[in-house]
Every structure is written in C-alpha cells, then in structure tokens.
C-alpha cells in the first residue's frame, strides 16, 4: 500500500531504526483498514459467502467494499456446496450470469435471475502501492507514523499493560494523528451513489 523507503524519506528516523518504521507502517496500514472496514493492501484470493434467505434478497445485488476490486470467480448452491454448487460465467459479449459495477468503492455483483440461496464471490483487490489518487491516504499513512514515534518513541511504553512491539499494540483515543482520523472519518463515509 506504501513502501518503506517512502516512509523512512519522510521521516527521516535515526540510523537503525528501519525495522522499526517497518513495524509502525505496517500498524498505521492495519488500523487505516480495519478503521474504514476496506482492503486497501494488495490481496489476492479473498473470498466472502453470503446467504439469500428471501425472494426480495435474492434479486438484490451482492456489494463488495474493497477499492480496486477485480471478481475471479463466482459460485452459488441452493443447499449443499459439496452437491450443487454452480460456477457462474461473466457476462461477456452479451452471454453470462453476472457482470460487476465497480464504478464506485463499493463494487456491486449483479446476477441476471435471481441468486441462489447461498453465493461465494472469490475476488482480489487494493494495491501494492497507491496509486496518487489516494495521496491523502499516503499522507495519513505517513503522518500516522510519525505521529507514533513522536510520542512513544522506539520502545517506549503506550498504555501500563501493551508494549509498542508490534504483537499486542491497540490503538485508544489520542493515539491517532489528525491526518489519519480525517482520512478514516472520509473513507468510511464513503457511500455508493
């Protein structure tokens, strides 16, 4: 989502300290994610099951909310996925099952009938490296860390119970810089149009 040397040229740490701005980036990418309930980081594979209980949610669409999402494969079943599971083809050339809008964060899976009961969507989705539309995300990201060094330093205790080594670390208030609350507020009022 941002590489380290971005980082370390921004802040510019001590000599030595390269593992951890590594530690600390990849915490800042974490909370940012988990924040606004988005994979923005390069993933590949991922998958979600939904269950279409009624008629009216069977003909609805299903919604991704993962920026630069690319579907690979669509599955449904009625009842067993050992015995009826059905893979769906892309509508392509006129001819298919489903076609994907992701005009928007949230890309939205649309079948032509309705869905079955149960569909598994395997997609793949963020970036290695954002691309400079998101630079207020790189910024936030980048301050996020500064922010953390700043005031807890390398090694230094956050809370009485949670050293900053990485495993155990939570995020309370006034732990995050102002950059990266206004990115998260943004990114997680992001609704589709």
Known sequence: M???????ESVSPAPGQEANIQLL?????SLFERKTERTWSLTSGSTLTVEKN???GRRTPILLWHPNLSVTKVEEWESSPTDD?????????GTGDYWVDSSTLAARVIKVSEWDRFVRITYDCGWSVLPAAFSDITLALIEQVKYTLERYGDGKRITNSQAFDGSSTTYKSGMMCDHMVDAIRYYRAQVID
């Open 2 to 8: 941002i590489s380290v040397a971005t980082v370390i």
């Open 25 to 29: 980036t990849n915490q800042a990418i």
């Open 54 to 56: 009624d008629r009216q």
């Open 85 to 93: 599971i059905e893979t769906l083809d892309l509508i392509v050339s």
